[in-house]
């Protein structure tokens, strides 16, 4: 079966710790991403990756970082969180060619106090 | 920028029927893709439909179905003989093909169906 592994499916953390998500997926894809899900607000994309070493920002990119040193991992990193980073993160992995459907992983419900 | 549009916070229908939720799209690009994912109380997404834009027929698989309108720029989802099994957050979203390094998709604010008997 194919998958999208992302390390914890709950974390709590305090503000100003630095937190790091990560995402491990067993298909080969080129491209990763993090989104982010709030209620009301849908998925909002935070970072993406076409390629190990390369990161693109998406459209919520601040306060976050991203690292992928090799193609199947893609990490999340929030410096210092803050409450307002208290969310549901989704990792997704897609092909480069063709429908670039999106897989997903579980999510991670993070709660920053 | 492209934009997703779901004006359905929540919806009901009964068991059984067939129940269809609105998406509508913004883009100036020629060439994309449309997408609906299911997201149950799990949480985990899960891919449901696909639309070409240069697709000449509307999706189908199962009992879901695509309402493609491209002129309106609308492609609602539609679920026949609705499953108790079906209720779920369900999101609209889109890809702009040729964006260079990757595609990404564009999420609409979802609809939440729930399935009454």
């Known amino acids: 079966d194919v998958k999208v592994t992302q390390s914890s499916r709950y974390l709590v953390k305090r503000t100003g710790e630095k937190v790091f998500l990560e995402c491990v997926q067993d298909?080969?894809?080129?491209?990763m991403f993090w989104y982010r899900q709030d209620p009301g607000l849908g998925l909002r994309l935070i970072y993406f990756?076409?390629?190990?070493?390369?990161?693109e920002k998406g459209d919520i990119p601040e306060g976050y970082s991203v690292s992928r040193e090799k193609k199947e991992r893609f990490s999340l990193i929030l410096e210092s969180a803050s409450t307002n980073q208290t969310s549901m993160y989704l990792c997704?992995?897609?092909?480069?060619?063709?429908?670039?459907?999106?897989?997903f992983g579980s999510g991670t419900q993070l709660s920053v106090l | 920028a492209q934009k997703i549009t779901q004006t359905q916070p929540g919806m009901f229908v009964q068991e059984k029927e067939a129940v269809t939720l609105d998406c509508t799209y913004d883009?100036?690009?020629?060439?994309?893709?449309l997408f609906w994912y299911k997201q149950p109380s799990s949480g985990e997404m899960i891919f449901l439909i696909y639309?070409?834009?240069?697709?000449?027929q509307n999706a189908t698989e199962g009992r879901y179905s695509l309402n493609f309108q491209k002129a309106r720029k609308s492609a609602n989802l539609v679920i026949s003989a609705s499953q108790l099994g079906d209720s779920a957050m369900y999101f609209c979203?889109?890809?702009?093909?040729?964006?260079?390094?990757?595609?990404?998709?564009?999420f609409g604010t979802g609809t939440r169906l729930q399935v009454t008997l």
């Open positions: 997704a992995s897609s092909r480069r060619q063709g429908r670039n459907k999106l897989f």
């Open positions: 298909m080969d894809h080129e491209n």
């Open positions: 990756s076409y390629d190990v070493k390369m990161k």
């Open positions: 883009t100036s690009d020629p060439s994309y893709g």
């Open positions: 639309q070409g834009s240069y697709d000449q």
């Open positions: 979203a889109m890809r702009v093909i040729n964006t260079g390094t990757a595609s990404k998709l564009t």
